[in-house]
Structures are given as structure tokens and as C-alpha cells.
């Protein structure tokens, strides 16, 4: 087994010490969201062997499906050839990952100029995190 650090001091982290991570499907292999982590986001992405990730706005560390449910279990680990960019192929507990209710944060397409909704929302994010107050 690969010491924990090492497998971390490959990565090629932004200035910001922060690496951009695709969540995929691990059997369909639809894209379902980006999400950013830093050092300590992948450590405990691998030794949880779910998703965690960094968020920029609130400046923590925040375990997908810690507000919602929708959790994401890793089921492989992969970097690009520039180790720049993390892919998880994940189980997408729910089979919500987006915010917005959506199987997919991916969910608008280009059609004659215009962004065009294509997925469906399949629940009101208002019962994932509650009515803000």
C-alpha cells in the first residue's frame, strides 16, 4: 500500500492549493458534478472512501450528503495525465448530486443560442436543506 502522502504530493495543486474533482457515475458514467478539494478533502475522500470536498464559499470542508442525504461512495479513484484534475467514479446514494434537485449539475444545453433545461427536477431542494429563514 502506497503511503497516503505520497499518493497526495502528486497531485498538482492550483495556487490556491486546490484540484478541480469530477464526481461520475461509476456504472453509467454520466458526469454529475465538479467540486473542488484540497489536501485534506482527498485525504478523507480515501480513508472514508466517500466524497469530501472543499467548498470555496464557505471555506470548510463539506461531506457530500452531510445536509441532503446524497451521499457519494467511492468506488475508484483516478488523476489525468497532468495530475491536475481528480475523477471519482462514485455511487450516487438518492441519485440526487446537484443542488438544485437534479440527478446532474450538468443539466443545461446549448440549443439555437439559448441554454435549455433538460433534466428534470426530481426533489424540491427545500426538502433537502429546509426553508431558509
Known amino acids: 500500500m502506497t503511503e497516503p502522502d505520497l499518493l497526495l504530493r502528486t497531485i498538482n495543486w492550483n495556487e490556491q492549493k486546490l484540484v478541480p474533482a469530477i464526481a461520475q457515475d461509476w456504472q453509467t458514467g454520466d458526469i454529475l458534478m465538479l467540486a473542488w478539494m484540497n489536501r485534506e478533502a482527498l485525504q478523507l475522500t480515501i480513508e472514508e472512501g466517500r466524497a469530501v470536498y472543499w467548498s470555496r464559499s464557505k471555506q470548510a470542508i463539506w461531506r457530500k450528503g452531510e445536509a441532503s442525504g446524497n451521499v457519494q461512495h467511492l468506488r475508484e479513484l ?8 481528480v475523477l471519482m467514479k462514485v455511487e450516487q446514494v438518492g441519485g440526487i448530486a446537484c443542488h438544485t434537485g437534479r440527478r446532474s449539475c450538468f443539466y443545461l444545453r446549448l440549443e439555437d443560442g439559448e441554454w435549455q433545461i433538460t433534466d428534470e427536477v426530481l426533489k424540491d431542494p427545500k426538502d433537502m436543506y429546509g426553508s431558509p429563514s
Do not use: G
Open 78 to 85: 483516478r488523476i489525468d495525465c497532468d495530475a491536475d484534475t
